[in-house]
């Protein structure tokens, strides 16, 4: 069997770089277009990104974690790395999509595969009415801000926000409140990823609000609406000694 054509791809720091090239000089390069394989080297903020560059390409993406946390990452070994992609396991993701509205009336709109997130701009607690599905659930939530986030990106904010993790093939997506103010006890809620989130910030000249689709910012957000677009993918690689299940099933016996 011929072996796949790879295409390394690094993120800008020093580590990443020099193990670009120590990859490179081992395996050879092929530029992105024909490439069979795109390599990622760095964190999961950049495994993302190249996710979105190269959704709907087709072109797997297995990472190696050259950045801090890595969740979204396999190990970073030089050694059998031909092997260690034949053996790798696929896992199709879905992205969000987020149409942001700002103060002016201009449309935006953005793909995020992490979460979409809105964030207070000033020292005000932002007022936010939820609907979800056309239906209102939330009248005026006030907090510093709240997210949309996919299985995948369940592990990063998300979790750090105090919201649930996400098998990865589940159905849902997870709607998690930061620093929720009033009503002071709701932890959010688990959606079906068929959902309409519609987000209406009130008060938006006193309590300014921005949007965040993964690394894409929308300032003083009015009205964001999100929904999983399940028309776009994309394809990450596993090692299959370490699935993103056993990461999952780890990560929440963690104590």
């Known amino acids: 069997m011929a072996k796949p054509s790879i295409c390394f791809l690094a993120n800008s720091t020093d580590t990443a770089q020099q193990s670009q090239d120590a990859l490179i000089e081992r395996y050879g390069q092929t530029d992105a277009e024909h490439a069979d394989v795109i390599v990622a080297l760095g964190g999961d903020g950049f495994m993302l990104q190249t996710q979105l560059d190269f959704m709907d390409s087709g072109k797997p993406v297995y990472g190696m974690n050259k950045g801090t946390v890595g969740f979204l990452m396999n190990e970073y070994r030089e050694d059998d790395l031909h092997a260690r992609l034949a053996r790798a396991l ?19 709109e953005s793909m995020a595969f992490n979460e979409v997130s809105l964030f207070r701009q000033s020292h005000q607690a932002a007022r936010l009415r939820i609907v979800i599905d056309g239906k209102e659930r939330m009248a005026a939530l006030s907090c510093d801000g709240i997210m949309v986030a996919t299985p995948q990106g369940s592990t990063a904010y998300n979790l750090s926000a105090h919201g649930p993790i996400l098998p990865l093939k589940a ?24 959902a309409e989130v519609q987000i209406t910030v009130l008060e938006p000249d006193k309590r300014p609000v921005n949007a965040v689709a993964d690394n894409t910012e929308i ?8 929904h ?5 993918s994309g394809i990450l690689l596993f090692d299959e000694e370490h699935t993103w ?10 104590y």
């Open 245 to 254: 299940e056993e990461r999952i099933l780890d990560e929440q016996f963690r």
């Open 228 to 232: 999983e677009d399940r028309d776009k």
């Open 219 to 226: 300032k003083s957000a009015v009205e964001v609406f999100i």
């Open 171 to 194: 159905p849902l997506l997870a709607l998690t409140p930061v620093s929720p103010f009033r009503p002071r006890n709701w932890r959010g809620a688990l959606l079906p990823n068929t």
């Open 90 to 108: 696929k896992a199709t993701i879905h992205p969000l999509q987020m149409v942001a509205i700002d103060e002016d009336g201009n449309r935006h």
